[in-house]
Each structure stands twice: as structure tokens, then as C-alpha cells.
């Protein structure tokens, strides 16, 4: 069974940063696409970046290019998304995905596993 376990969220003040990790297990990870995604209260849950199975491929939302990178180490089963520059905007629950396309993928339908999420609050 896939699990993805999200962990690395807090409270962080306006221009602040965080790095949120999610561990996987029960797949070879190293073949799958990742992705993070973000749902803030009130709002559908929404693409942040995701990465292909090597790295070599990344895709970011617009809205957090530049201040956001996403990254894995495969030998540790990782995935992390180094926040920096934080907003208020950001706040919302993080979560992370892993899909079997081979290329870095903003559609939610094409992520088979998604983790349990965890709360990024960003105060003014």
C-alpha cells in the first residue's frame, strides 16, 4: 500500500520559509512523477509545482515561481518544497502526490496517491 506522509508545516511570518518534506513508501519512487498542492479554507485545492521521476523536469504555478522549489532525493524516498518569501496568501494545506505519468503533470486526476496534508500558516 502507498503512503505519503507529509510533515514540515508551522506557522511562519510574512517572508519567512519552511521546508515541507513528504516520505513515501510502498512504490518504487523513484518511477513516479511528485507534485504538491495547496488547499486554502474556502478555496479548491489548487497546483503548486511538481517533479519528474529524475528531477530534470519541474513545473511551478505562477504564483509561487521564484519564491518556491521543489526537489527530491530518491535514495530517501523524499520529496521536499522549499517556501521562501512566504505570503499570507500562502496559507492553506499542503499536499503531496505521486503520479504515474513520466512528465511533471498540474492536473489533480493525474496523481494516483495523495497524503493526509499539512497546515502552512502564513501571518501578516
Known amino acids: 500500500q502507498v503512503q505519503l506522509v507529509e510533515s514540515g508545516g508551522g506557522l511562519v511570518q510574512t517572508g519567512g520559509s519552511l521546508r515541507l518534506s513528504c516520505a513515501a513508501s510502498g512504490r518504487t519512487f523513484s518511477r513516479y512523477v511528485m507534485g504538491w498542492f495547496r488547499q486554502a479554507p474556502g478555496k479548491e485545492r489548487e497546483f503548486v509545482a511538481a517533479i519528474s521521476w529524475s528531477g530534470r523536469s519541474i513545473d511551478y504555478a505562477h504564483s509561487v515561481k521564484g519564491r518556491f522549489t521543489i526537489s527530491r532525493d530518491n535514495a530517501k524516498n523524499t520529496v521536499y518544497l522549499q517556501m521562501n518569501s512566504l505570503k499570507p496568501e500562502d496559507t492553506a494545506v499542503y499536499y503531496c502526490?505521486?503520479?504515474?505519468?513520466?512528465?511533471?503533470?498540474?492536473?489533480?486526476?493525474?496523481?494516483?496517491?495523495w497524503g493526509q496534508g499539512t497546515q502552512v500558516t502564513v501571518s501578516s
Open positions: 502526490a505521486s503520479g504515474s505519468y513520466s512528465l511533471p503533470s498540474n492536473r489533480q486526476n493525474e496523481y494516483d496517491y
